[in-house]
C-alpha cells in the first residue's frame, strides 16, 4: 500500500501511531497502521480498554494467515479504494485452498473482522456445496461420530428431497 | 504447515456459530442434502433456527415461487408439508396473493390457516386438499377474501363438504373435484342449491370417480363450460 503515507498527511493525527501484531503460532511480527488494525473489534477492544501493549500477541494464527488478514484490513482501511477494487482484492485473498481457508475463517471469527469473516464463508460454501460428504469429512478433519444406524436415519430424514429431482 | 494432525486441532475451534455462517449461502437442497451426514455437529449446524427462518421455496420446482416480493400465486410442493410458522411467515410477505396451491396441509392448525386466510384479502384461487372439519375454513375464506372464486379439493369431497360450500361459498365461477372422490349426491347437493347456476362457469369433475356424474350434469346445465 504505497498509498497509506500519503493518506497518513491528511489525517488530523501528527504522528502515524502503528502497532505491532505477533503470530503466537510462530512468532511471526507484523507492524501495521492502527487504523488498519483496528478494522479488528477484537484489537480495536483492546486498544480502547488500554490492555494493548507494544506488542499484540495473537494466539492460534500463524504468520502467514496473519499477513493475509493484515492485507485485507489494508485494502479495506484505504478510503480511495472502489467497490471493484476492494472485490478484486477480496477475490484474491480468499482464492486459496480450503485448508488456508479453514484457519482464515477462525482467524476473522477471531479476530472479529466482519467483511473478512463474510467472505471467507462464502468462499468456502462454494467450495464444500457440491462435495459428497465423506470428502467434506476428510477436508475438514471431521470424525464420523454416528454409529451405522444413525447415519441410515439422518440420510433417510432427507430423502423425500430428492423424490423426483435428478 | 498444514499437517493432518494440526489441521484436526484446529477443527475444534470450528465452532457452530462458523459452520452457520458458512451454510447460510446454503439453498433448501444443499442444507437437506450431505452436510447433516458429516457428523451431528454439522446436522446440528445445519438444522439452526437461523438458517430456516427464510423459507426460500423458490429452488423447488416450480416457476410460480418467489418469496419474498410481491408474488401472486404460491404454489407449494406436494410433498412439502408447510408448518404454521412457515405459513404465516410466507403469507405475511405475501399479502397481494391470489392464488393459493398447497396440497399438503396436515401440519396447519386451523389458527394458522385462518390467520393466513385473514392477511389474503385478495386471495381468488385455492387449491387443497380434503379436511375433516372445513366449515371453518369457508367461512374464514367468505369473511375476507370478497373476490374468491375458485376451490379445487384434492380428496375425499364429502356432504359435509359439499353443505360448507353451499353456505359460505355459493357464488364460486370455477369448483374442480378433478382430483376428488365425490360422494353420491354431493355436487347436485352444491350444484342444486345454486340460486344463479350461471356463475359457475366450469365446473370439473372429469377423473373423479364420480358415481352420479349423469345427475351432476343434469344439475350444472346453467353452467357455461362443464368437463366430465
Given at each position: 500500500?504505497?498509498?497509506?503515507?500519503?493518506?497518513?498527511?491528511?489525517?488530523?493525527?501528527?504522528?502515524?501511531?502503528?502497532?505491532?501484531?505477533?503470530?503466537?503460532?510462530?512468532?511471526?511480527?507484523?507492524?501495521?497502521?492502527?487504523?488498519?488494525?483496528?478494522?479488528?473489534?477484537?484489537?480495536?477492544?483492546?486498544?480502547?480498554?488500554?490492555?494493548?501493549?507494544?506488542?499484540?500477541?495473537?494466539p492460534?494464527?500463524?504468520?502467514?494467515?496473519?499477513?493475509?488478514?493484515?492485507?485485507?484490513?489494508?485494502?479495506?482501511?484505504?478510503?480511495?479504494?472502489s467497490?471493484?477494487?476492494?472485490?478484486?482484492?477480496?477475490?484474491?485473498?480468499?482464492?486459496?485452498?480450503?485448508y488456508?481457508?479453514?484457519?482464515?475463517?477462525?482467524?476473522?471469527?477471531?479476530?472479529?473482522?466482519?467483511?473478512?469473516?463474510?467472505?471467507?464463508?462464502?468462499?468456502?460454501a462454494?467450495?464444500?456445496?457440491?462435495?459428497?460428504?465423506?470428502?467434506?469429512?476428510?477436508?475438514?478433519?471431521?470424525?464420523?461420530?454416528?454409529?451405522?444406524?444413525e447415519?441410515?436415519?439422518?440420510?433417510?430424514?432427507?430423502?423425500?428431497?430428492?423424490?423426483?429431482?435428478? | 504447515?498444514?499437517?493432518g494432525?494440526?489441521?484436526?486441532?484446529?477443527?475444534?475451534?470450528?465452532?457452530?456459530?462458523?459452520?452457520?455462517?458458512?451454510?447460510?449461502?446454503?439453498?433448501?437442497?444443499?442444507?437437506?442434502?450431505?452436510?447433516?451426514?458429516?457428523?451431528?455437529?454439522?446436522?446440528?449446524?445445519?438444522?439452526?433456527?437461523?438458517?430456516?427462518?427464510?423459507?426460500?421455496?423458490s429452488?423447488?420446482k416450480?416457476?410460480?415461487?418467489?418469496?419474498?416480493?410481491?408474488?401472486?400465486?404460491?404454489i407449494?410442493?406436494?410433498?412439502?408439508?408447510?408448518?404454521?410458522?412457515?405459513?404465516?411467515?410466507?403469507?405475511?410477505?405475501?399479502?397481494?396473493?391470489?392464488?393459493?396451491?398447497?396440497?399438503?396441509?396436515?401440519?396447519?392448525?386451523k389458527?394458522?390457516?385462518?390467520?393466513?386466510?385473514?392477511?389474503?384479502e385478495?386471495?381468488?384461487?385455492?387449491?387443497?386438499?380434503?379436511i375433516?372439519?372445513?366449515?371453518?375454513?369457508m367461512?374464514e375464506i367468505?369473511?375476507?377474501?370478497?373476490?374468491?372464486?375458485?376451490?379445487?379439493i384434492?380428496?375425499?369431497?364429502?356432504?359435509?363438504?359439499?353443505?360448507?360450500?353451499v353456505?359460505?361459498?355459493?357464488?364460486?365461477?370455477?369448483?374442480?373435484?378433478?382430483?376428488?372422490?365425490?360422494?353420491?349426491?354431493?355436487?347436485?347437493?352444491?350444484?342444486?342449491?345454486?340460486?344463479?347456476?350461471?356463475?359457475?362457469?366450469?365446473?370439473?369433475?372429469?377423473?373423479?370417480?364420480?358415481?352420479?356424474?349423469?345427475?351432476?350434469?343434469?344439475?350444472?346445465?346453467?353452467?357455461?363450460?362443464?368437463?366430465?
Amino acid at each position: 500500500m504505497a498509498s497509506a503515507p500519503e493518506n497518513e498527511k491528511n489525517a488530523s493525527a501528527p504522528e502515524k501511531k502503528t502497532l505491532t501484531l505477533k503470530s503466537m503460532i510462530n512468532n511471526e511480527e507484523f507492524v501495521v497502521d492502527e487504523h488498519v488494525a483496528l478494522q479488528s473489534v477484537t484489537i480495536k477492544n483492546m486498544v480502547d480498554s488500554d490492555c494493548a501493549g507494544d506488542v499484540i500477541p495473537v494466539p492460534t494464527i500463524s504468520g502467514e494467515i496473519l499477513a493475509l488478514v493484515i492485507e485485507y484490513c489494508k485494502n479495506h482501511a484505504n478510503p480511495s479504494a472502489s467497490e471493484d477494487d476492494l472485490k478484486k482484492a477480496d477475490a484474491g485473498i480468499v482464492a486459496k485452498d480450503i485448508y488456508t481457508l479453514i484457519d482464515l475463517v477462525l482467524a476473522a471469527n477471531f479476530l472479529d473482522i466482519k467483511g473478512l469473516l463474510e467472505v471467507t464463508s462464502q468462499k468456502i460454501a462454494d467450495s464444500i456445496k457440491d462435495l459428497p460428504h465423506q470428502d467434506v469429512r476428510e477436508i475438514f478433519g471431521v470424525e464420523n461420530d454416528y454409529t451405522p444406524e444413525e447415519e441410515a436415519a439422518v440420510r433417510a430424514e432427507h430423502d423425500w428431497a430428492f423424490e423426483g429431482f435428478p | 504447515m498444514e499437517d493432518g494432525s494440526s489441521f484436526v486441532r484446529r477443527w475444534e475451534d470450528m465452532d457452530i456459530d462458523i459452520l452457520v455462517r458458512i451454510f447460510q449461502s446454503f439453498d433448501i437442497f444443499e442444507l437437506t442434502s450431505g452436510i447433516a451426514q458429516v457428523c451431528s455437529a454439522w446436522r446440528l449446524a445445519a438444522c439452526d433456527p437461523l438458517l430456516w427462518k427464510t423459507l426460500d421455496l423458490s429452488v423447488l420446482k416450480s416457476n410460480f415461487i418467489k418469496i419474498p416480493g410481491n408474488i401472486l400465486t404460491l404454489i407449494f410442493h406436494y410433498d412439502l408439508y408447510v408448518r404454521d410458522d412457515q405459513l404465516t411467515y410466507t403469507a405475511e410477505r405475501c399479502r397481494q396473493l391470489k392464488r393459493l396451491v398447497m396440497p399438503a396441509w396436515n401440519r396447519i392448525k386451523k389458527t394458522g390457516i385462518c390467520m393466513a386466510i385473514q392477511m389474503w384479502e385478495d386471495l381468488e384461487s385455492l387449491t387443497m386438499p380434503s379436511i375433516s372439519n372445513p366449515p371453518y375454513l369457508m367461512e374464514e375464506i367468505a369473511k375476507n377474501c370478497k373476490n374468491f372464486a375458485e376451490l379445487k379439493i384434492m380428496g375425499p369431497c364429502d356432504i359435509i363438504f359439499a353443505c360448507a360450500l353451499v353456505e359460505y361459498l355459493p357464488n364460486l365461477k370455477v369448483l374442480s373435484l378433478r382430483c376428488s372422490t365425490i360422494w353420491n349426491g354431493c355436487s347436485n347437493h352444491y350444484l342444486g342449491t345454486l340460486e344463479e347456476p350461471r356463475s359457475a362457469k366450469y365446473i370439473s369433475l372429469s377423473p373423479s370417480r364420480n358415481p352420479s356424474t349423469a345427475c351432476t350434469k343434469k344439475s350444472a346445465q346453467g353452467a357455461r363450460r362443464f368437463n366430465s
